[in-house]
């Protein structure tokens, strides 16, 4: 079981592995602000973004943290799934132009739906 939305003191969080970090925001509205990010012990000894940005430069301290929630699997399937249809559709193809090929794909993706190329 994960422990998501478990909040622990930031002394207990893991070096060099993705967590959700809860830092304070100064505004009454929205007093904490949530980011995803890691500490590169060694390297920079300091909280990064996934981007390898220091939290620090916009102002960000981390004061928890917790796991981050198990990924989507429904992402996963609808690649999948498009991965498929687009093979079958290339399958199909024989000669056309690219554009023709796009909509095809499209078409079998979205069914009804009308393709504008602006």
């Known amino acids: 079981m994960s422990d998501f ?16 970090v809860a830092c ?4 009454v509205t929205t007093p904490w602000i949530f980011r995803v990010a890691q500490f590169t012990e060694g ?3 300091r909280w990064d ?8 430069d916009n102002g960000d301290v981390p004061e928890f943290w ?3 929630p198990d990924p989507p699997t429904v992402a996963s399937s609808d690649c999948d799934r498009f991965r498929q249809e687009a093979i079958n559709v290339i399958d199909e193809w024989d000669g056309h132009d690219t554009e023709e ?6 078409s079998k993706l979205h069914p009804g739906k009308v393709v504008d190329n602006g």
């Open 66 to 68: 917790t796991e981050l």
């Open 49 to 56: 973004n996934e981007a390898n940005d220091a939290l620090m």
């Open 101 to 106: 090929l796009f909509e095809s794909i499209l």
């Open 24 to 27: 304070k925001s100064g505004y």
């Open 43 to 45: 390297y920079h000894d």
């Open 5 to 20: 939305l478990r909040w622990r003191s930031m002394e207990s969080a893991p070096e060099n592995e993705f967590v959700l």
